[in-house]
């Protein structure tokens, strides 16, 4: 793995796992330097990932190489002139909105509709059920969650995996504006209905939290509109009926969601209380 001279890099943006650095020389390059306890396996995950996600001719930032910085691993990325992520479109031209959330729905239907390599990506449904089976939770809802799999169809189509308002950026590339597709360590295969849940949730379920309007550039009533015109177009209907039935079918699997938000925590308590309570709410409502 070849060492880099962090010197001759500028921090540009942080998250949850790593920080985005933009070389000073070549403003086409990115670096994602991963600073989290287990950051060399993120790294490489997301670095394999990427590669085969950009095989399959989803839009994606081009992937270079795997690096080492300041004692941490990072991955060397194509750097989106002008990028933006999609909460920050939003927060920026908040008139636009509906416009965005339009853009980003027509990109998830594409994504979802995308065959996935089924030997390079996991299963979504075998990940759920993993969560699901390590989890401290009650036999109640672990018993629901189960069953609630069971019922659920299974597809071979492309997941995010983390599909949120963050993870979908617009920028330049060649000259021409175009969207993509970022952080891409959790993605698989498996019915959408995984990938449209983690959009829910950080739209309708984390939306009046702080953090998550802080990490997303958006207040929780723009996080509320985007939601609503997101599944406008996903499902091609403004019928409010139609849209309560897509809101119900989806909700449900925040829970599983939220197992994964848990995990990634390791042990950040105000998170895991966070996420048990909003489990608790979910179960309450839909058992």
Not at 62 to 75: P, R
Not at 128 to 151: C, H, M, S, T
Not at 249 to 267: H, K, S
């Amino acid at each position: 793995m070849r060492e880099i001279d962090l010197g001759n890099w500028i921090k540009e943006g942080h998250g949850f796992t790593a920080d985005s650095y933009r070389n000073k020389e070549d403003e086409n390059l990115l670096l994602k330097l991963f600073y989290s306890d287990n950051g060399q396996e993120l790294a490489e995950r997301e670095f394999e990932r990427a590669m085969s996600v950009e095989a399959l001719g989803v839009p994606v930032p081009k992937t270079y190489e795997l690096v080492s910085a300041d004692a941490k691993t990072g991955i060397l990325f194509e750097r989106i002139a002008n990028k933006r992520s999609f909460g920050r479109l939003c927060s920026d031209k908040p008139e636009k909105l509906p416009e965005y959330a339009r853009i980003f729905a027509e990109q998830s239907k594409l994504l979802h509709s995308t065959k996935c390599d089924t030997d390079k990506f996991p299963n979504e449904k075998d990940v759920a059920r993993r969560l699901v089976q390590d989890a401290n939770i009650r036999e109640e809802i672990r018993g629901f969650l189960f069953e609630l799999l069971e019922r659920t169809e299974d597809a071979d189509t492309c997941l995010h995996g983390d599909l949120q308002t963050g993870n979908m950026v617009m920028g330049s590339s060649d000259g021409e504006e175009k969207t993509y597709f970022i952080d891409l360590g959790y993605f698989a295969y498996g019915n959408p209905v995984f990938d449209i849940s983690a959009l829910y949730l950080s739209t309708k379920g984390y939306q009046h939290e702080e953090s998550n309007q802080e990490i997303l550039h958006m207040t929780a009533e723009q996080l509320e509109d985007f939601w609503k015109y997101y599944s406008i177009s996903y499902i091609g209907s403004d019928d409010p009926q139609k849209l309560k039935e897509f809101e119900d079918r989806v909700a449900p699997y925040t829970m599983i969601y939220m197992l994964l938000i848990i995990e990634a925590a390791a042990g950040f308590e105000p998170a895991i209380r966070l996420a048990l309570a909003h489990i608790e709410e979910l179960y309450n409502k839909y058992k």
